[in-house]
């Protein structure tokens, strides 16, 4: 858990200037979204959150 929290910091806060908390929540959110569904992880070779977790899920 904590190393989300980690990439969250370096690929999206610390290279912004949030200009409201409203910004701030709308771009973490965004910023999750690509985390959990386009952004490949190494762990998980090349795969993203959402492919493994759907493929793991019972049909």
């Given at each position: 858990m904590e190393r989300i929290w980690r990439t969250i910091k370096y690929e999206e806060v610390y290279l912004r200037a949030y200009d409201s908390v409203q910004e701030a929540r709308t771009?973490?959110?965004?910023?999750?979204?690509?985390?959990?569904?386009?952004?490949?992880?190494?762990?998980?070779?090349?795969?993203?959150?959402?492919?493994?977790?759907?493929?793991?899920?019972?049909?």
């Open positions: 771009c973490l959110g965004k910023y999750i979204e690509f985390y959990n569904q386009i952004r490949p992880h190494s762990s998980l070779k090349g795969k993203t959150p959402n492919q493994v977790h759907l493929n793991r899920l019972p049909e």
